[in-house]
């Protein structure tokens, strides 16, 4: 790998998989309550022990979620150098950074966050409420609508608190520290398989008892952890929100924002990429750019996933966004397998969500 990637700049002397880089991202776990407060917090400790007993003393209201700071973004392909800078300093605004994966409404009059709450665990379903909570069943057969309202449901549904599912930029977001981190777009060989080889849904939480922060196995019928975010890929897919396809196939997207909708008009906005597949091939190529975090622009029909991005994409025409590959996909899930092949009516038993708090 070292043949065709470098570090520069302030991180010229790392090397992919230091723990700096998790210094720099800055993550915690924290219990966020009914107020939306946090009551406890973990922070990363060498060597990145995680120690959540102190969270799962939990109320009706509360959240378990991973936080992360507002880190300013930029990507750039000239050639074929491709070029992915993050920094922590405001200023970098000036130089064409961003930082939609904190920002809400419009990209032309953007809600500015300093914090993006990331549910640990994939959403259960607690009297029409999703929640963050270990040792649970995930909830799959619901639609995107769904999703949304019983997120919104944890501040009384009106969308203003910041209860949503998990949204394109913060997808993108965490996909970027990942590629920074490891620079590797075959992450199933960075941190193993993942719970992708099953016939069933897993219970949340089993990756509690891993003190690191990412935890990999080479067994496929194991849950596993990027970030402490469990099932980052696996186990079930989770519906990504804001972003769309046309009639054309071509992709729309747009901040997480108070209105549920389909749509092709603003706020959402044409990222120009059009995919052509019909089924089930590898991503081969993505956006570089900062407004269309790793949007895909192409496929190839190499079914191995051991090359490219080594993760499957699905486009069909008019769609809602699902992502990670679920327990059944195999060397086909990833950070950056990507589905968009289901109506606003669709729903699955493999597909359910993760929520964010933003």
């Known amino acids: ?108 009059s953007p809600i500015k966050k300093d914090t993006l709450y990331l549910w640990a665990f994939k959403a259960c379903n607690s009297s029409n409420v999703l929640k963050s909570w270990s040792w649970k069943s995930p909830v799959v057969s619901i639609t995107q609508q769904n999703c949304i309202n019983y997120a919104r449901a944890n501040d009384g549904n009106t969308g203003n608190a910041g209860y949503d599912i998990i949204g394109f930029y913060q997808r993108g977001f965490i996909n970027a520290l ?28 089993w990756t509690v008892s891993q003190a690191s922060a990412t935890y990999g196995t080479t067994s496929a019928t194991k849950q596993v952890k990027l970030f402490w975010l469990e099932d980052w890929w696996g186990n079930v897919q989770e519906w990504i929100g804001w972003i769309c396809t046309n009639g054309s196939k071509n992709l729309w997207t747009a901040l997480s924002w108070f209105t549920w909708a389909i749509t092709t008009s603003s706020p959402y906005e044409n990222t120009g990429t059009t995919i052509q597949n019909t089924s089930w091939n590898d991503l081969s190529s993505i956006v570089w750019s900062n407004k269309w975090l790793f949007a895909p622009t192409a496929t190839v029909n190499n079914t191995n996933y051991n090359t490219y991005y080594c993760d499957s994409v699905d486009i069909y025409a008019s769609c809602l966004a699902y992502a990670g590959g679920n327990y059944g996909y195999g060397m086909g899930a990833g950070a950056f397998q990507l589905n968009m092949d289901y109506y606003a009516s669709n729903s699955d038993d493999r597909l359910g969500a993760r929520l964010m708090f933003l």
């Open 1 to 108: 790998m070292s043949s065709w990637w470098t570090y520069s700049d302030d991180a010229a002397w790392l090397t992919a998989g230091d723990t700096a880089f998790d210094e720099f991202f800055g993550y915690s776990a924290v219990r966020l309550n009914s107020a939306w407060v946090e009551t406890a917090e973990v922070k990363q400790t060498t060597p990145w022990q995680l120690n959540l007993s102190s969270l799962w003393t939990l109320t009706s209201g509360d959240n378990i979620m991973i936080k992360f700071p507002r880190l300013w973004i930029k990507m750039s392909k000239s050639g074929n150098t491709v070029t992915l800078s993050i920094t922590d300093n405001p200023n970098a605004e000036a130089d064409w950074y961003q930082y939609y994966a904190h920002s809400r409404w419009t990209l032309s």
């Open 178 to 205: 990942y590629m920074m981190k490891y620079w590797n777009p075959n992450c199933q060989s960075v941190i193993w398989r993942w719970y992708t080889n099953a016939s069933a849904k897993a219970n949340t939480g």
